[in-house]
């Protein structure tokens, strides 16, 4: 093989592994969401699991089937979201509870369900495969009476990459 050759398909190799990279890069949108959640307990507000900061946690009231609702302002194709439950006590709440993806604000039932948590054990981070997905809010819920959700980190990957204006949007 020449040089020029050798060249040519060189560029073509390093372009190829570029495009490669750039539609398979995974991104954590969950930050750039605004988080919502039934009721809140001291100050134990929704934010708390979007901080990056994984002994903060988010904390509701003990009712019947709290909810947190992260709002993504656009659709997007979630590939996983990841949970990190609380450490210093109470893991076992966690149980049961329910991730759905989808477009309806309110009646959050009616987000179709991605995968139920069994259990997490105490300070880990457990991921949940949504398949792709497609909404504009990440709901987790605990279907019951008396309960209390409490999350310490909440992951949002969806498949990236995205334009620019996405990353800045909460700066501007
Ligand atoms: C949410 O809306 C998007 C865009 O309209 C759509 O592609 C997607 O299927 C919807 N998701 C659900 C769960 O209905
Ligand atoms: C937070 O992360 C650190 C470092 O990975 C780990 O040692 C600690 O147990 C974590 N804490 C919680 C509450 O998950």
Redesign the pocket.
């Known amino acids: 093989m020449n040089m020029r050759v050798f060249y040519k398909s060189l560029l073509f190799l390093l372009g190829f592994f570029s495009v490669q990279t750039k539609t398979e890069i995974e991104v954590n949108v969950a930050a750039w969401g605004k988080a919502d959640q039934s009721t809140t307990y001291e100050n134990c507000d929704a934010q708390r699991a979007l901080d990056g900061i994984n002994y903060t946690f988010t904390h509701t009231e003990e009712k019947s089937n709290p909810w947190w609702k992260l709002d993504l302002t656009k ?1 997007y194709s979630v590939n996983r979201v990841t949970i990190t439950n609380r450490l210093d006590c109470c893991s076992y709440r966690i149980d049961g509870a329910e991730i759905r ?3 309806e604000s309110s009646d959050l039932n009616r ?2 369900i991605c995968a139920v948590v069994s259990t997490i054990p105490a300070g880990a981070t457990y991921s949940y495969s949504c398949g792709g ?4 809010y990440v709901i987790v819920d605990i279907p019951g009476t008396s309960k209390i959700l409490t999350l310490c980190e909440v992951g949002v990957y969806a498949i990236g990459p995205f334009s620019e204006e996405d990353s800045c949007e909460d700066e501007t």
């Open positions: 659709t993806v989808g477009n987000n179709p997905m497609e909404g504009r």
